[in-house]
Structures are given as structure tokens and as C-alpha cells.
């Protein structure tokens, strides 16, 4: 696992990666740039996440041969919603969240992305948490991702309770 600096190219990349779910999706799936790639001067792995507002399940379900023939394919170890990968020559460089229509306005990774653009010292705070979990998961401490959770949770709270809404467990790994 590896940070890397913020990249100019971060937004092209996730034009590209969406253009290619617009195509084989269905009309009205909305996509949005998440992740730290999505942070303007946030170092950052160098895999560019994505969020898919579809109606339902099913409905993705439906067009997931359509999405698998376009180059992405199921699997993650998210247990909270659907998530597709894109890789190449065996290395990750995308990952789709998709994200039912009720579920979409909550979504933690859509509330972290918007907080962290506008609270500078928490997307400071935030970008150390994760070279600090890097450099534990080198040493083999914990892994990366149980590194940062409890930033993580405690920026989504504040982004949370900002809107009146209760605290939710924002680890979704299995």
C-alpha cells in the first residue's frame, strides 16, 4: 500500500472510469468523485473511487453483465453495499460504490468527501491518520484501512451531527 501526492490528473481519470459505468449503466445513475483522489492536495492511494446513486439493487444487478463486458468486475470487502473494481495487469486503479436511492444522501463516503472540501483542519488531521496507518500497515501493526477508521468515524459524526443525524459505524470492511 502505497500514499502517493495529490495528482492533477485524479478528475480525468475519474471522468474516464465514470464514462464507462454511464455507458453501461442505465439513464439517471448519477456519479460522483469520492475518496481522498477527490480531495483537492490530499495525498492519496493512487485509486480513484466512485459513487453510483441507482434506484435499487436490482436494478444494478440488472446491469452487471453489461458492467463486467465493460472491464469491472464484483468484489471487495465492503459488506455494506455493492462494489465493483477496475484493474489492470493486476493492479486496482478504480472502485465503484454503488449506493441505492435511499441510501444515497447518507452515504458516509459522500459525507466524508464533502466535509473534509470544506474543513481544512479535518482533511489535515484526516491526511495524517493515513500516513500514520501506512506506516502501520508496513510495520504490520493493523492494516491500513482499521488504521484510519477511527479518524474516519469521528469526522463522519461531526459531518453527521452537523445535519441533526445520529452517529453510524462507519467501518464496512468484512
Known amino acids: 500500500m502505497r500514499l502517493v501526492p495529490s495528482?492533477?490528473?485524479?478528475?480525468?481519470?475519474?471522468?474516464?472510469f465514470a464514462t464507462t459505468?454511464?455507458?453501461?449503466?442505465?439513464?439517471?445513475?448519477?456519479i460522483?468523485?469520492?475518496?481522498?483522489?477527490?480531495?483537492?492536495?490530499?495525498?492519496?492511494k493512487p485509486v480513484i473511487d466512485l459513487a453510483v446513486r441507482v434506484e435499487t439493487r436490482e436494478r444494478l444487478d440488472a446491469r452487471l453483465p453489461e458492467l463486467e463486458t465493460a472491464g469491472w468486475r464484483v468484489g471487495s470487502g465492503v459488506r455494506t453495499h455493492p462494489v465493483m473494481i477496475w484493474e489492470s495487469a493486476g493492479e486496482r486503479l478504480a472502485?465503484?460504490?454503488?449506493?441505492?436511492?435511499?441510501?444515497?444522501?447518507?452515504?458516509?463516503?459522500?459525507?466524508?468527501?464533502?466535509?473534509?472540501?470544506?474543513?481544512?483542519?479535518?482533511?489535515?488531521?484526516?491526511e495524517r491518520a493515513k500516513h500514520d496507518a501506512a506506516r502501520a500497515a508496513a510495520d504490520g501493526v493493523s492494516s491500513y484501512n482499521a488504521g484510519k477508521t477511527?479518524?474516519?468515524?469521528?469526522i463522519v459524526n461531526s459531518a453527521r451531527a452537523a445535519r441533526g443525524l445520529e452517529?453510524?459505524?462507519?467501518y464496512d470492511k468484512r
Not at 32 to 44: D, L, Q, R, V
Not at 95 to 124: C, G, K, N, V, Y
Not at 150 to 154: E, L
Open 167 to 170: 452517529p453510524v459505524d462507519v
Open 7 to 16: 495528482d492533477p490528473s485524479w478528475p480525468q481519470r475519474f471522468e474516464e
Open 21 to 30: 459505468i454511464r455507458a453501461a449503466g442505465e439513464d439517471g445513475w448519477i
Open 32 to 44: 460522483e468523485h469520492i475518496g481522498s483522489t477527490a480531495i483537492p492536495g490530499m495525498s492519496a
Open 150 to 154: 477511527a479518524v474516519i468515524q469521528g
Open 95 to 126: 472502485i465503484a460504490h454503488f449506493f441505492p436511492a435511499p441510501e444515497w444522501d447518507l452515504a458516509s463516503q459522500r459525507l466524508l468527501r464533502d466535509w473534509l472540501r470544506t474543513h481544512p483542519a479535518d482533511a489535515a488531521r484526516y
